[in-house]
């Protein structure tokens, strides 16, 4: 049998691939698992996994709304189901399926989607999920994860296996590069901070978390003391590391999806019910993602550090001029 | 477990009982769907009281039989079974639709034992009890899986994604029953949207049919236990029914899809239901 990749600690890859590969590697161990694609394995990386244990992989052709339902049913006969295929497919076309018949009866069922967000690329509109967090997130007792690189996902995928209930957890198709710390652990609802800072604030999930932490070494140069935290559970949010967060003068949030509804929704509707703060949402300006290469990507949605410590510079002239002072 | 036999008074007194609780329970609760409940009351009597392993005392009992109630709106139905076989105090079906009441408009498989799946959201039930035949079989048990679903249900997409699926992977544990009253909210289902030729769609999906007359017990139980013998494909059994069958006042009738008898009303149904005993 092939054998998996240890761990992704340190390495650039993107986060399918250490799924695809921890999946793989769990599969090993656990005989619960049991894993559902849309006609996408090769995609998602669900494809080693079948190749290993076909009969534990299910291959549902391109019939995304029974995929969910189907993974509903063998999670009441105590297997873990994991479903995949792209975000889009997997939190749009079969978002009732969800909603009822996982979800509702809070069943064991892990939805791991890949290919979040714009950098996609090529694809274009059709194939970039920029509403996934907040369709996920809409949804009662529904956890919703986003990690921030290789990594982290080993880490996520490893724990919810643990957990019991259904979880949303978002991935790219691009390579990301490594982000968290080697003696990281992940733990559901739990932030991480690589710093606070007494006037900014990035909180950020998924590809962002790189480019804020890029940012903030920017925004340090011009004398601005940027903190950077990966908010990887976008639900249930921790509250407790954004009330720590919510310190610093300004709040930032940075997420390669709509500025409505995703992280920065779920922050902003947070920090708003504790204290008055002025938060900068840094995403997709409610607008469709186009064709182009991921890296071109960043740049034309202003995703990139450079445009995001500008867009901050931008906001923390404007509140000194109107004299914002810290709590 | 109950100890089932083939008793076909004794099953048409069970669906006579089914039909007098439900009525019961949708005059109290004011609302809900009356014409669906009854015409599939044959098909559920002979589930429960006759095919079904299952134990009321351990709903949890990993080698039942499973039942999914994919017309979830016949939830009355799915309730008045329950009680009856012992799941929960029949009292308790008083309670349908109020805030509070484990029996919800539309069943939640968290709220009440015997639950299997929450459905009321159509079209879903039929992948959830292929999912369910997939997981058993890689468990090795032999429990089967029954699912009912609606004729109009037939119209949603995903039936037919799950009936692909079903025969893809020899789901001969799954036996899907489909109640064909007719008619569906809008009026009947050849003046809507037509879902004719039924035997033909599934058997072109790959499955094996068997058409019988829903409200005919002997054929009922006949159609059971020649599903469960039929193996390498899923059965679904195709029953001709009527809507509000038992009452003359609500049959074939469309507008008693989603209404509550009167209590005038349940006064005609009770009497007509009344095996001259008084019971």
Redesign the interface.
């Known amino acids: 049998m092939e054998q998996a990749i240890k761990s992704f600690c340190g390495l650039e890859a993107a986060t399918r691939d250490a799924y695809g590969e921890t999946l793989f590697r769990l599969g090993q161990e656990n005989r619960d698992i049991?894993v559902l694609d849309a006609d996408l394995s090769s995609s998602t990386k669900t494809s080693k996994f079948a190749k290993a244990f076909p009969?534990?992989f299910?291959n549902?052709?391109v019939?995304e709304?029974?995929m969910?339902?189907?993974?509903?049913?063998?999670?009441?006969?105590?297997?873990i189901?994991f479903a995949s295929t792209f975000a889009i497919f997997a939190t749009g076309r079969a978002w009732?399926?969800i909603r009822?018949?996982i979800v509702?009866?809070?069943l064991n069922v892990k939805i791991v989607a890949t290919h979040g967000g714009i950098t996609v690329g090529e694809d274009g509109a059709s194939h970039q999920a920029i509403e996934d967090i907040a369709l996920m997130r809409v949804i009662p007792e529904m956890t919703v994860i986003v990690p921030a690189d290789a990594y982290e996902t080993e880490l996520v995928i490893e724990e919810i296996v643990k957990f019991y209930g259904p979880v949303y957890v978002r991935l790219g198709r691009a390579k990301v590069k490594p982000v968290m710390p080697e003696d990281y652990r992940f733990q559901i609802g739990k932030a991480y901070a690589f710093r606070l800072g007494n006037d900014v604030n990035i909180i950020a999930c998924g590809v962002m978390v790189k480019e804020a932490l890029d940012a903030a070494e920017i925004l340090k140069a011009k004398g601005i003391d940027t903190g950077v935290i990966n908010m990887s559970t976008i639900k249930p949010l921790d509250e407790k590391m954004l009330l720590e967060a919510a310190r610093a003068k300004l709040i930032v949030t940075a997420e390669e999806h709509s500025i409505i509804g995703g992280l920065g929704g779920a922050v902003s509707e947070y920090i708003s019910s504790i204290r008055p703060r002025p938060i900068l949402r840094i995403g997709i300006k409610d607008t469709f993602g186009c064709s182009g290469s991921s890296q071109e990507l960043m740049r034309f949605f202003g995703l990139t550090s450079d445009q995001i410590a500008s867009d901050i510079m931008k906001k923390w002239s404007e509140l000194a001029t109107k004299g914002a002072k810290p709590l | 477990m109950l100890v089932q036999k083939r008793d076909i008074e004794y099953l048409k007194n069970q669906a006579r009982i089914l039909r007098i609780e439900i009525l019961k329970m949708l005059t109290e609760a004011g609302s809900g769907h009356t014409g669906g409940s009854l015409s599939a009351a044959d098909i559920v009597a002979a589930l429960y009281f006759y095919k079904l392993r299952y134990k009321p005392e351990d709903p949890q009992w990993?080698e039942r039989d499973?039942f999914v109630l994919s017309k979830g709106h016949a939830a009355p139905l799915l309730y008045a079974v329950l009680a009856i076989s012992g799941y929960f105090d029949k009292s308790l079906l008083r309670t349908l639709r109020k805030l509070g009441s484990p029996l919800q408009g539309h069943p939640?498989?968290?709220m009440l034992p015997g639950v299997?799946?929450?459905?009321?959201?159509l079209g879903?039930?039929l992948?959830?009890?292929?999912?369910?035949?997939?997981?058993?079989k890689?468990?090795g048990?032999n429990s089967r899986v029954y699912c009912l679903l609606g004729d109009g249900e037939l119209q949603e997409?995903?039936v037919w994604?799950?009936a692909?699926?079903a025969s893809?992977?020899k789901s001969d544990n799954l036996c899907a029953i489909v109640d064909l009253n007719g008619l569906q909210i809008d009026g009947p289902i050849s003046s809507v949207k037509n879902i004719e030729p039924v035997d033909k769609k599934f058997q072109s999906f790959g499955w094996n049919t068997i058409e019988i007359d829903g409200h005919d017990m002997a054929q009922i139980v006949d159609a059971l236990d020649r599903a469960e013998e039929l193996k390498g494909a899923p059965t679904v059994i195709l029953a001709r029914t009527i809507k509000g069958k038992g009452v003359s006042i609500f049959e074939g009738k469309v507008k008693y899809h989603g209404i509550a008898p009167t209590p005038e009303e349940l006064e005609i149904a009770l009497k007509e239901l009344s095996d001259g005993t008084g019971n």
């Open positions: 049991v009969d534990r299910f549902m052709g019939s709304q029974d969910m339902a189907t993974a509903a049913g063998l999670s009441l006969t105590g297997k189901p009732e399926q009822q018949s509702y009866s809070h | 990993p499973r939640c498989s968290k299997e799946v929450s459905t009321g959201s879903q039930g992948s959830v009890a292929n999912g369910i035949a997939m997981g058993l890689l468990q048990l997409g995903q994604e799950a692909m699926t893809h992977y």
